[in-house]
């Protein structure tokens, strides 16, 4: 399938430019007036919230808007700006471009329509925050989930993976950096959360498809656009190439070839739902166990699942026809190995109903 879109996209931009005399008082006053507050607004300039902060770029990859605010480096005094090109383009954040002067492009324009000014081309801005993602399509939900759990025991040297930043079980390398860091996470639980914050707008099959998604992010910060500008070289002027090569540089040790078992879950839920009269839902939730012991082995989960809620789903696998003798022993169901290989990311919804 030919790829519409770039296969990685920029899920955030932060950029900065200097504030002098060219602006108009009324705009400067605006800014000044906002020092150490953010201010994040929608696509069409209505300001959706402002906080008090000191760090445009602690800011969510998923926070939906474009933020600005006024800093200082104790010499200039700055207008900062950032966003997901990819949300404010398109609405949710999940495809888009990994073109860095289209994306600031995207930025600039939503921020000159939010401060009803016309501010300055990419050139004059300096950027200090770029995260290039992709999107990798896995068989199943199960499937993401076991793809989390290996690449928290990842060990690249100096990198070490932690889910201890932010909870749940996104994956984190070097979460502090201002140079180069990564995450890994779920992106269906994203969609699903931001959804119900009324955030963003889409349909159950979107998120039934990015149930499916092993979200990859690499961050260039702030030490890194500084060395850059410190050799001579601009960042409106980065390919999209070196980009990608950039993002393969950081996982590439990490992530690349890790695998994860396929087996054909729908027969096995349908399976499972059919023997005993139950919903969907449920009928996945005892298939979810079933799996955890395949990988982790009979007395592990049955140690850590609440008793009543592992005899439940014994109690409707044994009416599937699968034995605790089977579970503990057998193959009941051949698994297929699944590498995630780095070179070989989704980037689009029709990709991602092509492989499912």
Request: charged share 25%; aromatic share 8%; with cysteine.
């Amino acid at each position: 399938m030919t790829c519409q879109t770039s296969p990685y996209l920029i899920d955030w931009l932060s950029l900065r430019f200097p504030i002098d005399d060219t602006l108009t008082p009324a705009l400067y006053d605006r800014i000044r007036n906002a020092m150490n507050t953010i201010s994040c607004v929608d696509s069409l300039g209505e300001v959706v919230w402002t906080k008090k902060s000191l760090d445009l770029d602690a800011i969510r990859s998923d926070t939906v808007g474009l933020c600005w605010m006024l800093q200082s480096d104790g010499k200039r005094q700055y207008l900062s700006i950032g966003a997901s090109p990819a949300s404010l383009e398109h609405g949710i954040n999940v495809f888009g471009s990994c073109d860095i002067h289209h994306c600031a492009g995207v930025l600039i324009h939503a921020a000159s329509k939010a401060l009803g000014a016309i501010l300055p081309p990419p050139p004059a801005w300096q950027c200090r925050r770029i995260d290039v993602t992709g999107n990798f399509a896995l068989p199943d939900y199960e499937s993401v989930k076991q793809a989390l759990r290996q690449l928290s025991l990842a060990d690249g040297g100096r990198r070490k993976a932690t889910n201890k930043t932010g909870g749940g079980d996104t994956v984190y390398w070097n979460p502090t950096s201002d140079l180069a860091k990564g995450k890994a996470y779920h992106k269906g639980p994203q969609l699903e959360m931001l959804r119900r914050k009324g955030a963003i707008n889409c349909n159950d099959n979107i998120i039934k498809l990015a149930n499916c998604i092993l979200r990859l992010e690499h961050t260039r910060g702030a030490r890194w656009f500084r060395d850059l500008a410190a050799s001579g070289k601009h960042w409106y002027k980065l390919k999209t190439e070196t980009l990608e090569q950039l993002f393969t540089d950081f996982f590439g040790r990490l992530v690349d070839g890790v695998e994860v078992t396929e087996m054909n879950r729908k027969s096995m839920v349908d399976r499972i739902r059919d023997a005993n009269n139950i919903s969907e839902g449920r009928a996945q939730a005892a298939f979810t166990t079933y799996r955890n012991i395949r990988q982790d082995g009979f007395e592990v989960v049955k140690g850590y699942m609440p008793s009543r809620t592992w005899y439940l789903h014994l109690k409707h696998l044994r009416a599937a026809g699968i034995s605790d003798v089977q579970l503990q022993q057998g193959n009941v169901v051949q698994f297929h190995p699944v590498r995630i290989i780095l070179a070989r990311p989704v980037c689009s919804w029709d990709d991602m109903r092509y492989v499912a």
